[in-house]
């Protein structure tokens, strides 16, 4: 069974020997050899120079021996079509920031797979780097998610000014997420039409909400989009962080992949969600320590998933930069050394 044919049997929801791992952010600071690629191009240069996003998506694949390569790129790509300002420096700086309902006037109409066509070119030279036979993923930011950056969301304690624009100016914030919602559709079959085995939707800042706000505004938008993306047959994934208290609303949708951050039980997962497959889901602050407990937690998971009929391995959110790689090394080898039971 290649790489690739055991990822997509997992998403499936069938039950393999092996357990498939990849992690989220797996192209990034905690390796050299980034570092090494970075100290000639901006994060921005690196997104738009296909050759280059494709080399560092190859480099955890080829480092670390993952069973999946991610396209690198970043969910706020989405947002520069629309007439919106945004740097890297080295978190996103966007401009100007949605205050105002009348500034929902402004976004300039576009098309997603022609404006954003040089991440289908990275996917390309992605697929010829790392061969047809390992899974090549794609991704877009959630609706909720980029609609919170775009109101000046950038940490916990900004994240007011984003339900203060839906509380205030509800039908604009819809319109907004209702646009967004139809670019991330565009967006993701282009990148499956470039050569994305499957896609993930990360809707980070969801989590925040309550049940009732994530019903209103995140879950139509989320169910949406893959909706879309299950009658055109691609294969998809959700992530939620913080999602403990909305896994129930999260079986709602027809994503093939659930994933789940560190925080749900996943023994508790197992029970709402089955049967679809689930993914995660290990504390990316546990790589930082020592390498046994790094393995000790990440048995406990195998062990507890070791008979769920499509089960992926990943860190329940992205991988830190103050990461070992040692450390990854390890993880990796540790899972791919587990045999499931049924």
């Given at each position: 069974m290649t790489k690739k044919e055991l990822f997509l049997a997992?998403?499936?929801?069938?039950?393999t020997e092996q357990t498939p791992i990849w992690i989220m952010r797996q192209a990034g600071r905690y390796l050299p050899e980034y570092r090494e690629i970075k100290k000639n191009m901006t994060f921005e240069q690196l997104c738009r120079t296909p050759k280059a996003a494709a080399e560092v998506t190859a480099q955890p694949f080829e480092i670390l021996g993952l069973d999946a390569a991610i396209i690198f790129s970043d969910i706020l790509l989405i947002l520069e079509p629309l007439g919106v300002s945004l740097k890297f420096d080295p978190g996103p700086i966007i401009s100007p920031i949605l205050e105002r309902p009348n500034q929902v006037e402004n976004f300039r109409e576009f098309d997603a797979a022609s404006k954003l066509s040089f991440v289908g070119d990275a996917l390309v030279e992605a697929r010829k780097?790392?061969?047809e036979d390992i899974?090549?993923?794609g991704f877009?930011?959630?609706p909720f998610t980029v609609f919170a950056y775009l109101?000046?969301?950038r940490g916990a304690k900004d994240f007011h000014k984003t339900v203060q624009f839906l509380a205030n100016y509800p039908n604009q914030g819809k319109q907004v997420l209702e646009r967004l919602a139809t670019l991330s559709i565009q967006y993701l079959k282009m990148q499956a039409a470039a050569g994305a085995d499957a896609v993930q939707v990360f809707d980070t800042w969801a989590g925040e909400l309550a049940e009732d706000e994530?019903?209103?505004w995140s879950l139509p938008y989320l169910k949406r989009i893959v909706g879309e993306l299950s009658r055109a047959g691609i294969v998809s994934s959700i992530y939620i962080k913080g999602s403990y208290h909305l896994i129930k609303r999260m079986n709602d949708m027809k994503a093939n992949i659930i994933s789940l951050d560190w925080?749900?039980?996943m023994n508790e997962a197992v029970k709402v969600l089955a049967p679809?497959?689930?993914q995660g889901n290990l504390d990316p602050h546990l790589l930082l320590g020592k390498r046994e407990l790094v393995i000790k937690k990440a048995e406990q998971i195998l062990e507890e998933m070791s008979s769920y009929p499509g089960f992926i391995f990943n860190l329940g959110h992205g991988i830190l930069p103050e990461t070992p790689v040692d450390n990854v090394k390890a993880l990796v080898a540790t899972v791919h050394n587990f045999k499931r039971t049924r």
């Amino acid at each position: 069974m290649t790489k690739k044919e055991l990822f997509l049997a997992n998403a499936r929801g069938e039950w393999t020997e092996q357990t498939p791992i990849w992690i989220m952010r797996q192209a990034g600071r905690y390796l050299p050899e980034y570092r090494e690629i970075k100290k000639n191009m901006t994060f921005e240069q690196l997104c738009r120079t296909p050759k280059a996003a494709a080399e560092v998506t190859a480099q955890p694949f080829e480092i670390l021996g993952l069973d999946a390569a991610i396209i690198f790129s970043d969910i706020l790509l989405i947002l520069e079509p629309l007439g919106v300002s945004l740097k890297f420096d080295p978190g996103p700086i966007i401009s100007p920031i949605l205050e105002r309902p009348n500034q929902v006037e402004n976004f300039r109409e576009f098309d997603a797979a022609s404006k954003l066509s040089f991440v289908g070119d990275a996917l390309v030279e992605a697929r010829k780097r790392i061969g047809e036979d390992i899974p090549l993923l794609g991704f877009c930011g959630a609706p909720f998610t980029v609609f919170a950056y775009l109101c000046g969301t950038r940490g916990a304690k900004d994240f007011h000014k984003t339900v203060q624009f839906l509380a205030n100016y509800p039908n604009q914030g819809k319109q907004v997420l209702e646009r967004l919602a139809t670019l991330s559709i565009q967006y993701l079959k282009m990148q499956a039409a470039a050569g994305a085995d499957a896609v993930q939707v990360f809707d980070t800042w969801a989590g925040e909400l309550a049940e009732d706000e994530f019903s209103e505004w995140s879950l139509p938008y989320l169910k949406r989009i893959v909706g879309e993306l299950s009658r055109a047959g691609i294969v998809s994934s959700i992530y939620i962080k913080g999602s403990y208290h909305l896994i129930k609303r999260m079986n709602d949708m027809k994503a093939n992949i659930i994933s789940l951050d560190w925080r749900v039980p996943m023994n508790e997962a197992v029970k709402v969600l089955a049967p679809k497959a689930l993914q995660g889901n290990l504390d990316p602050h546990l790589l930082l320590g020592k390498r046994e407990l790094v393995i000790k937690k990440a048995e406990q998971i195998l062990e507890e998933m070791s008979s769920y009929p499509g089960f992926i391995f990943n860190l329940g959110h992205g991988i830190l930069p103050e990461t070992p790689v040692d450390n990854v090394k390890a993880l990796v080898a540790t899972v791919h050394n587990f045999k499931r039971t049924r």
